[in-house]
RNA sequence: GCCGAGGUGGCGGAACCGGUAGACGCGUCAGACUUAAAAUCUGAUGGUGGCAACACUGUAAGGGUUCGAGUCCCUUCCUCGGCACCA
């Protein structure tokens, strides 16, 4: 009895396979060469676009802690989509590389002197080794690592296509600043005001940074995501992040102190409800705008000192601190007044640092009665609340004028439990009410919907859509306008593991391009690691040296690097001519391969990576490089496995699960099947150790069925039993073949599963069937014995046909024991390409027989008045006799016994699927 | 608060378009083998009642549509992910 062995077997095949070159050297063959060969002719001899797919796993971060079980699932989902299309004659680009800048092993470097050279280089060996081990099936020729040379040359020259485009530009900013990291942070990168790496709080620093003009493209990426095949939440967040929203700019004209006659000053305020103009109770405007409009020279002397301090004050700030303010917000009166345009009234101007001075315009117009925040600030400042929209779904007969927020307020609630005009009404009022006094938070006292204008003048009446259109039209100084969260890309980080920012500065400080022949611009190596505040890049000698050898006495080298994102936003292109030294990619190549037909990615990826991405995309193909419009035509992401405790691994719990043990006590093929089981691929699912046996169980069955039944010498003799299992083969074919392409791959395996379980046992019967057999009940057996002269009940066409639909999840098995039962007796002249090795995994997928997939009898439910009550055994071939199925169906005798009595109504046939009938 | 996903046995999860709920795996229980254990194999396994046949009940809670609802609609609750003073 031979015995599954995988530690014997999976080394040796890994060997053989790299050794072949199996999946090597894909983006190189133009049909003509190498494994296509073993395509059908009319596959090979045209470069059809429809048989070409490039499969994308977003590359990984080389950390020192080696490969994950979160890589092994997202790695073996895709390996098993890039055999299956393989199998099935595609040609598929699978490729892989390395995100190997970034800051933990700058991190470690500080920590140890390692330089993060020495450290990426051995991180990204051992994840090699990993990766291979585990039998992922990547063209390692077109192997990349951001981090070298030939790679962020690449990247230089894309800042410097942007630079000349005026979509790289430098500017001063406030920015994120971890003094911990010693380093900027993106927007992005600042979780709940703490840094996102190390948590640290972040503060404000003004500095000179370099930017990407993400915003030009901000339009292009909302109308995009309708071309691409991705999850809406993700579409969802993209939409979110870019932030468009569509409302009026009004210019409220500034009152001089003095004469109390119109200024030359306006303030500008955007709003998404102009129809709520005329409850404008006060202006607030945040610091930043008020010092930018020059505000400061029209104050009274005794506001001075007060307005300039709050602005000092909201300036220094922290993020942690203006958060506080949500709750509790602060203002100053600058003692200015500004003139409402529409309804004419004098409001006063508030200085607040709860308005966003980069968003908008900087500054609101407050509506304490149709939002929450003005709301919060009225109170405060003691401002008055205008209602002016009524709710317009209930009657309200008694329109009061000027009501208060509070009496407005009761009403909101009254209309509500009127409305809700059912025997529950009462109890809901009585719930607001409840809430109401429980809850004195002024929330509960606004109305923040659409409805219908009140106390508006000459707009009463109109509805909320009708007066946003009316009032922007009756005056000058109310502009239709949109507006975006979405900012410019900050990609400076004052690190050392990155990307030189190829740019050097005059002796007048004035920038320029490095030229294309001093590319790559290479990161020196004589640097200090510890932070200082400043860049890395500053106490390289060698870079200092460089750049006023190449440039001139007195020029100066640009010493931040770039963003990492920056460097992963464009792998995708460089992956389809990885070596080429002349371009970043040549034409032919991007045309063939590109874009991505399918990525597999992290949700933490959805709104960055994603954006950036298709905003380089959407760059070069503006410059001619490229003849698409989105990078990634189908995304799916994977979800997270979580440790035994159903919680996120991590080292400090302790439950983390290392793949390496896994297969070294079960072998690869069990690591990738059991994650492949383990759930849907996108949902979260926690560790099972257990669970992980099942899956061994599992393939040593299939070894040893596979095995002792190939060389069975017992005679079957039940055609009945043959029949059934190949059967059941055709169907797992059928299941298979559809699970797989829709990422279904835990349903796959269950289904083979049960061919197995069904085979074995069937074999076990045959084997049996010399001694007295008594039939299971529910299986409709016959015993009788049939001339038969196979050996097993299954053919070894027919088990090849198995190995075929395994081989994509368990290729270490499935190429063992296609090896031990086929290869002797394969024609190799078949594969002249292959010479000696012929491997499963250039096998054609096989094709089911439809007819045998297809049962002969169905079992149709029977139900009496929706429940279940007995089934119906039909032959295919009459199952739309619909006479007759009902008359049988009557007649079974767990239905007659809910018929006597009763009268037939109706009933409902559903050929092959469901009877149900209906009695009174 | 807003946006999104979800809630099915002891656990992970199945269930195509509204048509047999719980496939498959784990665990558990019982049995076989064994001096014993492990491993392996066989059987049972949502809950309640019943010796049994069988019946009732059951997909977060409540209501609705339908011959029929895990699936569709309404209301409520909970969990997870993301965003959050975005005017």
Known sequence: MPVYDPQHFEKKWQAAWEKAGLFQGLADAQGDEGVWDILPADKTSSVDARDILYLLFAFAY?????????????????????????????RVFFPVGWDAFGLPAENYAIKTGVHPADTTRSAINT???????????????????????????????????????????????????????????????????????????????????????????????????????????????????????????????????????????????????????????????????????????????????????????AYSKTEEQRKIGEKNKTGVDTGLKVINPVSGKKVPVYVAD????????????????????DLQFARKFSLPVIPVVKRSDADNPNSQENISAHESAERITTEKANGTNN???????????????????DDNLIHSEHGVLINSGVYDGLTSAEA????????????????????????????????????????????????DEHL???????????????????????????????????????????????????????????????????????????????????????????????????????????????????MRHQGMILGPDGKKMSKSKGNVINPDEIIAKFGADTLRLYEMFMGPIDADKPWDVRAVAGIYRFLSRVYDLLLTSAKSTSHVNSREKKKQVQQKLHQTIRKVSGDIPALKFNTAIAAMMEFVNLWEN?????????????????????????????????????????????????????????????????NHSEFPGEGEFSSIHLQRWPIWDKRLAELEQL??????????????????????????????AKALPKVTKWLVGKQLIKHIYLPGKILNLVVK
Request: hydrophobic share 35%; proline share 5%.
């Open 762 to 826: 069937s074999e076990k019967f045959a084997n049996k069937s010399d001694e007295k057999v008594t039939a299971k009940p529910g299986t409709k057996t016959d015993v009788r014995s049939d001339q038969n002269t196979d050996q097993s009940l299954l053919s070894q066409a027919d088990m090849i046909m198995f190995i075929k639909i395994l081989a994509p999840f368990a290729p270490f098995l499935a190429e063992e024991l296609y090896q031990q039962l086929a290869v002797p007796a394969a």
């Open 62 to 90: 080389p950390s020192g802690s080696g490969l994950h079980v979160g890589h092994v699932e997202s790695k073996t989902a895709l390996d098993i989509l890039a055999r299956y299309y393989r199998m099935n004659g595609k």
């Open 127 to 313: 994840f090699r080794e990993q990766i291979k081990r585990i039998g992922i099936s990547y063209d390692w020729q077109t192997e990349i690592a951001t981090s070298h040379e030939e790679y962020y040359r690449w990247t230089q020259w894309l800042f410097l296509e942007l630079y000349k485009k005026g979509l790289a530009y430098q500017g001063q900013a406030m920015v994120n600043w971890c003094p911990s990291c010693q380093t900027v942070l993106a927007n992005e990168q600042v979780v709940d005001g703490v840094c996102e790496r190390c948590g640290h709080e972040v503060k404000q620093k003004q500095m000179k940074q370099w930017f990407f003009k993400i915003t030009e493209y901000k339009d292009e990426l909302i109308a995009g995501l309708d071309q691409v095949d991705w999850p809406r939440a993700t579409k969802d967040q993209q939409l979110h992040w870019i932030g468009k929203s569509k409302g009026a700019t009004v210019d409220f004209n500034v009152l001089s102190e003095i004469s109390d006659n119109n200024s030359n000053i306006n303030i500008r305020c955007f709003t998404t409800r102009i129809d709520t103009i005329f409850g404008v109770t006060f202006l607030a405007i945040s610091p930043e705008m008020f010092t930018e409009l020059g505000l400061h020279n029209l104050l009274q002397k005794n506001k001075l000192a007060e307005v300039d301090a709050y602005i000092e004050k």
């Open 354 to 373: 709860y308005v966003l001075a980069g968003y908008g315009t900087g500054a609101v117009m407050g509506v304490p009665a149709h939002d929450a925040r």
């Open 468 to 515: 946003m259109q009316k009032i922007p039209h009756d005056f000058d100084e109310i502009e239709i306008a949109t507006t975006y969260k979405l900012r410019d890309w900050l990609i400076s980080r004052q690190r050392y593991w990155g990307a030189p920012i190829p740019i050097v500065y005059d002796p007048s400080g004035k920038a320029h391009p490095i030229k």
């Open 520 to 634: 790559p611009w290479v990161l020196p190596t004589d640097v200090d690691f510890k932070p200082t505040g400043e860049s890395p890049l500053k106490s390289s000698q060698e870079l200092i040296e460089r750049t006023e050898r190449l440039y001139g006495k007195g020029w100066r080298p640009e010493f931040d690097t770039m963003d990492t994102f920056v460097d992963s936003s464009w792998y995708y292109l460089r992956y389809c001519d990885a070596r080429n030294r002349e371009k970043f990619a040549s034409p032919e190549r991007l045309q063939q391969w590109l874009p991505v037909d399918f990525y597999m990615i992290g949700p933490e990826h959805v709104v960055l990576h994603l954006l950036y991405s298709r905003f380089f995309t959407k760059f070069l193909r503006d410059q001619g490089y490229l003849n698409f419009d989105e990078p990634f035509i189908k």
């Open 859 to 888: 079992i149709i439910p029977v139900q009496v008045n929706g429940k279940l009550r007995d089934h119906l055994l039909v032959n295919r071939d009459s199952i739309n006799d619909e006479e007759t199925v009902l008359e049988e």
């Open 423 to 441: 025997e529950k009404a009462s109890e809901i009022a009585n719930k607001i009410n409840v809430a109401g006094r429980e809850n004195s938070d």
